[in-house]
């Protein structure tokens, strides 16, 4: 059985019951209306689901992917209800999620476990309309403090942590990326990515989109 979907059956099962504040500030600078279409990148046993599916109403439509069958399968359970909800098996570094689909996107906890972040967060971008908006909520370990270089080494020996900063490479694709507190956290970041124009469609990152 693999990592993550060991953590769909134990530590999912106890994030799920404290990530409401989370969600709801997720929702909140989103700024969904009804009709919009919007992507869960790793989406996990997918808490978010519901609250994505309420702001969007019945005209709208939810994507939800990760790449755990677990995750996968306890997210499609929550997300039943709803007939304009759909929970994808994919990786999100190598998937196409479709050029210019979405109105808004979140990546809760997710790009920072990607071993391909670049692609992963240029992919997102691909999958945005223009005046998309991207909330992502992450770790980030950056600074250098006695802290974080403990933290480093156990997320890459857990989780096969990449070393990638993820408002860095956020910052590569987003003419516009804005920390969503004042204050960042010595080991987190909240940020919204807002996507101006089509920067991510002439990078290589990815396999959706061949160099030259």
């Given amino acids: 059985m693999q990592l993550w979907d060991i953590a769909a059956l134990t530590y999912y099962r106890v994030l799920d019951l404290f990530s409401g504040t989370l969600n709801a500030l997720a929702i909140k600078k989103l700024e969904l209306k009804p009709g919009d279409a919007v992507l869960d990148i790793g ?3 997918g808490a978010l689901i519901p609250a994505l599916a309420e702001a969007v109403g019945p005209q709208g439509r939810v994507v939800a992917m990760d790449f755990s069958p677990r995750m996968v399968a306890i997210a499609r359970k929550r997300g039943r209800r709803w007939p304009n ?3 994808r098996q994919a990786d999100a570094c ?16 997710a790009f920072s476990a990607m071993p391909d972040v670049p692609g992963a967060i240029a992919n997102a971008a691909d999958a ?4 998309g908006r991207l909330f ?7 600074k250098k403090t006695r802290t974080t270089r403990f933290l480093r080494a156990a997320y890459r020996k857990v989780a096969g942590f990449s070393g990638a900063d993820v408002v860095h490479e956020l910052r590569k694709v ?9 204050a960042e956290g010595e080991t987190t970041t909240v940020v919204m990515a807002t996507k101006v124009t089509d920067t991510a469609r ?4 990815t396999p959706s989109r061949p160099a030259g």
């Fill in 136 to 142: 992502v909520f992450d770790v980030r370990l950056a």
């Fill in 43 to 45: 989406c996990g046993t």
């Fill in 128 to 131: 945005l309309k223009p005046g």
């Fill in 202 to 205: 002439d990078s290589a990152c």
């Fill in 174 to 182: 987003f003419a516009q990326v804005e920390p969503v507190f004042k």
């Fill in 94 to 109: 190598a998937t196409d999620h479709g050029a210019d689909q979405f109105d808004a996107a979140t990546a809760l906890g």
């Fill in 85 to 87: 909800v759909e929970v």
